[in-house]
């Protein structure tokens, strides 16, 4: 059997794979990719890219590759709710930029993107090629087993049938919801398995003239009668506006649901609105929606990200977002400690990090699927009414008096409460890391009135460093986030505090860990031009922000100081697990 001897295996090359690959190629980390498919996804599957995923993607020098592939802003700025396509709107609800209390103005230099799943790796995984990345197809992990001094995969070529033996120092499972690595493992999982079902159809048909003048990237149909919590069924645009994933639930119970071309042509021509569109249908399959986490995220020399690890609906548009950021975790992490430079003892952070991220993830989805039914009930639908039942509650909407009133008020309502789901900027933005690789300096984390809705940038251990407009010596502007998304440690000052400089020589000679110092403000790097980092930042302008290489804070200090010098020190050697 042959052997294949590598310091990281990555297995699977999903987004949460392949961003595990690109950051760890970035590092200079020797890892090695593989997949048991032959190329990247070939349905969408995942579309939203949110804020903090894209700065992870700006970071490698891929934002504009995939701004180019998504969906134009302007096209996707609505979720609408509508009988059908081609029937009455119910309402819409602007989302996923600066809209609303929940927008994202000014607190990300990224908007987000609506790019499908199947558009998006193709681009992590041609750069990774491109920068000479070593991903392997069509090899399928049959089994993972380790010792202290390692990790060996046994893994068969599908093109070939031989069967090989790949070594490792740690790895990373990155094999989705079904994950083999996971389960070899041994990791456990809390929550329910298949609380839902639904069939994907993704389609080509040209709905232009249903949705152009209302561009989004979601059209919920409501029609009477309907038995499940999504409605009638969710049009998620793939491509505007002639490719299309439409989604419809079914109850397992009463059998599966019937797959046959023209029974599904029918039911979309239904949910439509037009009995005579032109239908092809690209793929249709079913799946089944969990709502799990694991209690522990590694073991041992091993580590899971993604869905490995957290399973859950697609309400909020998390599963893709919080996947990659699993690898941004973790990717920094294993590169010091296969570089000797930290301790093993920093790779349990990771999961002491994310997990509590993930049970979050989790718990916000199933939330917003509570929530999601509101529309419905607003329009007096309820469970087990007819057809007939149904539209004699829906004509309530436009009628005059007292009942027609109280119908528009609770619409109205139940529409702002979807901005949970669909502008969650709080949520998406605001995670923060209460323990783990980060220094207790005394400063807390301090949520917003309503932490899920609204953002409230801080400077403090845990948080991801606020972004803010600076200007550059050549006059560009760029954002905070741009000085630290290099890979490297960072630390962050302004005028007075050039003696910071001497301690980062001193933290690199004693420990071997390069920290990059900028100094913001008058004689340095960039200027503070529309003075919006002075009030972020929390500290005075020769106080110190020491940036891990995620972006999230790890120390900060008000004023220099031989004090706060020393404790800088101290700070590195309790997160690198060295001695001071």
Excluded at 150 to 163: K, M, P, Q, S
Excluded at 264 to 271: K, M
Excluded at 545 to 563: G, K
Aim: hydrophobic share 40%; charged share 20%.
């Amino acid at each position: 059997m042959e052997t294949i001897r590598t310091g990281v295996l990555v297995v699977g090359a999903g987004p949460a794979g392949l961003a595990a690959s690109l950051l760890l190629k970035r590092r200079g980390c020797d890892a090695l990719t593989i997949t048991r498919y032959g190329w990247t996804a070939h349905t969408p599957r995942a579309h939203h890219i949110n804020p903090r995923a894209m700065e992870l993607l700006r970071g490698l020098g891929l934002e504009e590759a995939v701004r180019r592939r998504a969906f134009p802003r302007d096209a996707v700025r609505n979720v609408v709710w509508c009988v059908s396509l081609a029937g009455r709107e119910i309402g819409r609800l602007e989302h996923y930029h600066a809209s609303g209390p929940g927008g994202y103005h000014d607190s990300s230099p990224c908007d987000p993107a609506n790019i499908a799943q199947h558009n998006l790796e193709p681009i992590l995984a041609g750069e990774l090629l491109r920068r000479g990345g070593k991903l392997l197809f069509n090899m399928d992990c049959l089994a993972v087993e380790q010792d202290a001094d390692g990790v060996r995969a046994t893994v068969r070529n599908r093109t070939t049938g031989e069967t090989v033996r790949i070594e490792a120092d740690y790895l990373i499972g990155a094999d989705g919801a079904n994950s083999l690595v996971a389960r070899d493992i041994g990791l456990e999982l809390d929550g329910p398995a298949g609380w839902g079902a639904a069939i994907n159809v993704w389609i080509r048909a040209d709905l232009g003239r249903y949705v152009a003048h209302r561009p989004g990237a979601l059209f919920w149909t409501n029609q009477p009668g309907s038995p499940f919590w999504i409605g009638s069924g969710v049009f998620v645009a793939v491509e505007p506006w002639d490719q299309w994933m439409v989604t419809f639930m079914y109850d397992p119970a009463t059998g599966e649901p019937d797959l046959d071309h023209d029974v599904l042509v029918d039911r979309i021509r239904h949910i439509v609105g037009d009995p005579d569109i032109a239908i092809e249908i690209l793929h249709a399959g079913t799946w089944l929606m969990n709502a799990q986490v694991a209690r522990s995220y590694s073991r041992g020399r091993v580590f899971c990200i993604g869905d490995a690890v957290h399973r859950h609906s697609p309400a909020n548009g998390l599963g893709a977002n919080t996947s990659m950021l699993d690898a941004y975790n973790l990717a920094w992490k294993l590169d010091l400690v296969q570089r000797g430079v930290a301790d093993p003892a920093l790779l349990e952070t990771y999961g002491v990090e994310r997990q509590p991220i993930g049970a979050a993830v989790v718990a916000r989805s199933m939330k917003s699927v509570g929530e999601f039914p509101a529309v419905a009930a607003a329009l007096g639908y309820a469970p087990g009414q007819s057809v007939a039942e149904g539209q004699a509650c829906l004509d309530l909407l436009a009628a005059p008096g007292e009942a027609g009133e109280r119908m528009r008020e609770q619409l109205a309502e139940a529409l702002a409460l979807q901005a949970y789901q669909f502008s969650a900027a709080g949520f998406e933005l605001g995670y923060h890391y209460p323990e783990g690789a980060v220094v207790d300096c005394g400063v807390a984390y301090r949520p917003s009135a309503d932490p899920d809705l609204i953002h409230r940038p801080q400077v403090c251990p845990g948080a991801v460093l606020p972004h803010a407009r600076l200007v550059g010596r050549d006059g560009a502007e760029r954002s905070t986030l741009d000085i630290v998304s290099d890979g490297g440690f960072h630390l962050l000052t302004g005028p007075g505090g050039e003696g910071w400089r001497d301690v980062s020589r001193a933290i690199a000679d004693r420990f071997g860990l390069d920290i990059a110092v900028s100094l913001i403000g008058p004689g340095g790097g960039h200027e503070d031009s529309y003075q919006a980092w002075r009030s972020l930042r929390e500290v005075g302008d020769s106080g110190a922000i020491l940036v891990r290489p995620d972006t999230h804070v790890a120390w900060v200090a008000p004023a220099f100081s031989t004090e706060a010098a020393e404790e800088l020190v101290r700070g590195v050697a309790v997160l690198l697990g060295r001695s001071s």
